[in-house]
């Protein structure tokens, strides 16, 4: 099936912000200085349809650090460049039903990250990335990341600044990681990079149009720009549904039908196969993680717009 007309999805997307915009639950991340200030106001919403129709509504303009969500799409690009088996053989793909930065990630499987969407499995897998120096394998995520959303994507600095000197958990994992022969590379550098990749600033409609460059087959609807295969959009998608959310993707699943990657800062991207990606930002939490009002209009819009991937109708 297609998305409903251009008209009746506007309209579902102004509702979706307008019926969750005062809704004030969650909290905004404290654990990380540098993103402890969010406005809890802010509240965004973007959707772009895979041939490039955009409907963007509140502070769907206003650029955040993508955090988890960085996740996603390094996995994809990774899988694309080294190949499905090989990552499979380093990082697997099951929910670890704990928090995301818990090193159960690691120790409940004998070593083997089973979770790529969760910081043990993240960093080993961006310790896959590919390249001939430390500057080669960052530039590897950068230009990817980029081609994702089809424009240039920045670090900010001072949210990298503020995660790096606060890392000690991140590098701890990637030293068990290599204890474990998990890592490939050196960890200060690939924790460097994670936390790089995590700061970088998108906003709503960035995710959106990196969610439905996944929808679309790998192509950016923007840009026209293939950025990865058919197979690759597949397989990160299959990974989504059942580790996206952290410790809640079974009921994420349950509730929206669709799968999706949040971060701490506050973003979500939620894909529809074929169809389009939904990209939302506000800053306030639920105890997981993931954004409370993202969550809300992203359900209410998943219903109303048929992006359930299980619904028979
Ligand atoms: N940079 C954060 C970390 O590594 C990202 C975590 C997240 O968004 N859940 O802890």
């Given at each position: ?31 990380v200085p540098a993103l402890a ?119 900010d600095e001072d949210v990298f600044a503020s995660e790096s000197k606060e890392n ?31 700061a ?114």
């Amino acid at each position: 099936g297609h998305l409903p007309g251009r008209d009746v999805v506007g309209e579902a997307v102004q509702r979706a912000h307008e019926d969750f915009r005062l809704l004030d639950e969650g909290e905004v991340i404290q654990d990380v200085p540098a993103l402890a200030d969010a406005d809890p106001d802010l509240f965004g919403v973007a959707l772009v349809h895979v041939d490039g129709t955009e409907h963007t509504v509140g502070d769907s303009g206003h650029r955040f650090t993508i955090q988890s969500i960085s996740k996603a799409f390094v996995y994809a690009l990774v899988c694309q460049e080294i190949g499905h088996d090989a990552v499979l053989a380093k990082v697997g793909v099951d929910n670890t039903g704990v928090p995301f930065d818990s090193v159960l990630a690691i120790e409940h499987n004998e070593g083997h990250p089973m979770n790529p969407m969760v910081n043990a499995g993240a960093i080993a897998t961006t310790g896959l990335v590919p390249g001939a120096s430390r500057d080669g394998r960052w530039g590897f995520v950068l230009d990817g990341l980029s081609r994702f959303a089809g424009r240039d994507l920045e670090v900010d600095e001072d949210v990298f600044a503020s995660e790096s000197k606060e890392n000690e958990r991140n590098l701890g994992l990637a030293h068990l990681l290599q204890g474990h022969d998990r890592l490939s590379g050196d960890p200060a550098e690939v924790v460097d990079t994670y936390t790089r990749q995590c700061a970088l600033l998108v906003d709503a409609r960035d995710l959106a149009v990196m969610g439905a460059t996944l929808a679309g087959g790998g192509v950016n609807p923007v840009t026209g720009v293939q950025v990865v295969d058919p197979s690759i959009c597949r397989d990160t998608l299959s990974v989504l549904a059942s580790t996206g959310m952290y410790e809640r993707s079974g009921e994420w699943l349950f509730e929206v039908g669709a799968p999706a990657k949040s971060g701490i800062s506050g973003g979500i991207v939620t894909v529809s196969p074929g169809k389009g990606a939904i990209g939302t930002y506000s800053p306030l939490l639920d105890d997981a993680g993931n954004s409370v009002r993202g969550r809300r209009a992203t359900a209410q819009l998943a219903r109303e717009l048929g992006l359930d991937v299980f619904a028979s109708l």
